[in-house]
């Protein structure tokens, strides 16, 4: 069933929305003129009405029982803000340029992560626009933006949106988002939306007085559940799969980003996200290519994303934390919260070779055994990283690795990611070493709100026992601390870090063995109390083969490779002075013994010659 305000030419448009509980709705126009219009209920609960003298512009409530007006849940545009009116707009008028693009296949992606609100000192999606080009000769080809959907107030992370189909309005709103992504598209670029299924924000959150899409059966971190598997779900999984398909046809965002799936509790015989999936299979089949649903997950388990007919939900591919935890904690040492679960190199070789490093095994944090096997799942249904928004932004002080870390532990980092046999994804001036912090920030209206999350925030910081004051999410200052700093990229050392992330990129890129995403072309060694990673990778036809050697201690280390045969050439070592390191130790080819000396905290490819 579609929903919201479909405007079909002339001045004419229907309005559907779902009320199931309710005797009475109108429809409410409040500009141009004011006037009510009487609205028809079906069996299904869902009020219908065909209105003339409509036009793109014209604003809107509904009357519930003739005493509340509210905004339109599936409103496509709030340009009053979370209280104010919903918008009609007409999706069919925009001139759109991409009629050539075909996507991109997913394990070709290389992911980066944005803020509007903080990626440019305007805070919109123009701004964005004069930076893909930049992003596109770094090695980048697929933006994630974080999400859109209209929050209350002007800054946000955007997790607390209440109106899923309408864009924020202070980023530019619905014309410049379609500008980001036909512009994207012109370049061959990928766009991904960030969306939330999990949970709508507590202000403007107005879903409650139109029928029953939460539930108390469950709680999440955000309160009630949202209704998944109650009755009158059927609905409710209608909004939300309505919603991700309104993306890709109105918006022609490339894949979705589906927040902490881990919320969502579904106990029926068809999971929310299977059906999610397999409408959004049918919607690709239908367009002739394909769209993507990548999960944001920390249960560990594998069905998220294997195929339906294997008795997974058939999502696309899914974040993984593990990988994430193992390699922050061996650089950093930290072992608070849910770290303690890692910090030993062992981590990152299984996270490696594998995807999980907790599949049905004791988890310290959590006081039980965690996650399945994800041995053969392939390597494009991982995303990876060494930063994202969580990452940083849920620290206290929302700091960034080059807070944290030595230049040589940023530069083992971003190759550790890059040649890994996942889809790497960086955060925003991660790939010149932006180190101005990434802070929680909100701008609502409701004063006891504001109040409750500032205590909120101190409290999740307590695991970790960091030490300070946690910044006012409040303050505008907070705010302004995060926007990164796009000048920085000509500068000394970023400019130098900045140059090695795009030659890591142009090696992943153009050697077949690093672009090859299959975990059975690749061998991972961890050298017993050496603090040493090599992995060996190779593409199907033999045609191409690799060594990367990470090393993690802080000194110098000396370690031997029995295992490789024939030729080795050197590609890159991060100790080079080229890179602004202390100067390399390594040959131009490994001796025939194996022996070799590497520099503490850095990472060397190498290629063999032949197929020896």
């Known amino acids: 069933m579609r929903i919201g305000a479909l405007y079909s030419g002339e001045g004419r448009c229907e309005f559907i929305v779902w009320a199931p509980h309710l005797d009475n709705v109108e429809l409410r126009i409040v500009s141009p003129g004011k006037r009510n219009i009487p609205m028809e209920k079906d069996d299904r609960g869902y009020w219908k009405t065909v209105a003339d003298g409509i036009h793109p512009g014209t604003r809107y409530f509904y009357m519930l029982d003739r005493n509340k007006l509210r905004p339109d849940p599936a409103s496509f545009f709030q340009p009053e803000g979370v209280h104010g009116p919903s918008e009609v707009i007409d999706h069919g008028v925009f001139g759109w340029e991409d009629d050539k693009w075909s996507g991109i296949p997913l394990g070709k992606m290389t992911m980066y992560e944005l803020h509007v609100g903080t990626f440019t000192p305007e805070g919109a999606f123009d701004s964005i626009i004069p930076r893909i080009d930049e992003l596109l000769d770094t090695g980048i080809n697929a933006i994630e933006i974080m999400p859109v959907a209209q929050f209350p107030g002007e800054r946000n992370w955007g997790y607390d949106g209440v109106y899923p189909y309408a864009v924020q309005d202070s980023y530019g709103g619905h014309q410049q988002l379609k500008r980001l992504v036909n512009e994207c598209h012109k370049k061959g670029m990928a766009v991904i939306l960030d969306v939330v299924y999990n949970h709508l924000g507590p202000e403007g959150n107005y879903l409650w007085d139109f029928g029953p899409y939460f539930t108390d059966k469950y709680r999440t971190p955000w309160g009630s559940a949202i209704n998944f598997d109650s009755a009158y779900s059927d609905d409710v999984r209608n909004f939300f799969i309505e919603n991700a398909i309104y993306?890709?046809?109105?918006?022609h965002i490339d894949a979705l980003r589906l927040d902490a799936i881990h919320g969502i509790t579904d106990m029926s015989a068809k999971h929310f996200l299977e059906e999610l999936a397999e409408r959004c299979e049918e919607f690709s089949s239908k367009n002739k290519r394909k769209y993507y649903l990548i999960a944001e997950s920390d249960l560990n388990d594998s069905r998220v994303i294997r195929p339906r007919n294997a008795g997974g939900y058939g999502i696309d591919a899914q974040w993984n934390d593990d990988f994430h935890h193992s390699l922050r904690t061996i650089i950093t040492g930290e072992k608070t919260g849910y770290y303690m679960d890692f910090g030993e190199v062992g981590d990152l070789a299984r996270a490696i070779k594998e995807g999980f490093v907790y599949s049905w095994r004791y988890s310290a944090y959590r006081k039980r055994r965690h996650g399945n096997s994800s041995e053969d799942i392939p390597g494009y249904q991982f995303v990876v990283c060494s930063q994202n928004h969580d990452q940083v932004g849920?620290?206290?002080?929302?700091?960034?690795?080059?807070?944290?870390?030595?230049?040589?532990?940023?530069?083992?980092a971003a190759g550790a990611v890059i040649f890994s046999p996942y889809i790497p994804l960086l955060f925003m001036g991660e790939e010149y070493g932006e180190d101005s912090p990434f802070l929680y920030f909100i701008s609502?209206?409701?004063?006891?709100?504001i109040e409750a999350v500032r205590k909120g925030r101190k409290e999740e910081f307590r695991a970790f026992a960091w030490q300070g004051?946690?910044?006012d999410p409040y303050s505008r200052d907070t705010f302004l601390k995060s926007r990164i700093d796009w000048s920085k990229r000509d500068r000394g050392g970023h400019r130098i870090l900045l140059d090695f992330y795009r030659a890591l990129f142009k090696s992943r890129r153009e050697t077949p063995a690093l672009s090859n995403l299959d975990k059975?072309?690749?061998e991972v060694y961890e050298l017993t109390g050496e603090k040493v990673i090599a992995i060996m990778r190779w593409d199907r036809s033999g045609s191409s083969k690799v060594l990367c050697i990470l090393?993690?201690?802080?000194?110098?280390?000396?370690?031997t490779l029995p295992m490789l045969k024939g030729r080795w050439i050197k590609m890159m070592d991060s100790s080079e002075n080229v890179w602004n390191g202390p100067g390399t130790l390594l040959?131009?080819?490994?001796?025939?013994?194996?022996?070799?000396?590497l520099r503490g905290q850095s990472i060397a490819l190498y290629r063999q010659e032949g197929n020896s």
């Open 247 to 251: 993306w890709f046809k109105n918006y």
């Open 469 to 471: 004051e946690a910044p």
């Open 444 to 449: 609502h209206s409701d004063l006891d709100l």
């Open 551 to 559: 090393n993690f201690n802080m000194n110098d280390t000396d370690v």
């Open 394 to 412: 849920n620290r206290m002080l929302g700091e960034r690795l080059p807070s944290l870390v030595s230049f040589e532990s940023l530069k083992l």
């Open 587 to 597: 040959g131009d080819t490994i001796d025939k013994s194996g022996l070799m000396t």
């Open 520 to 522: 059975e072309c690749m």
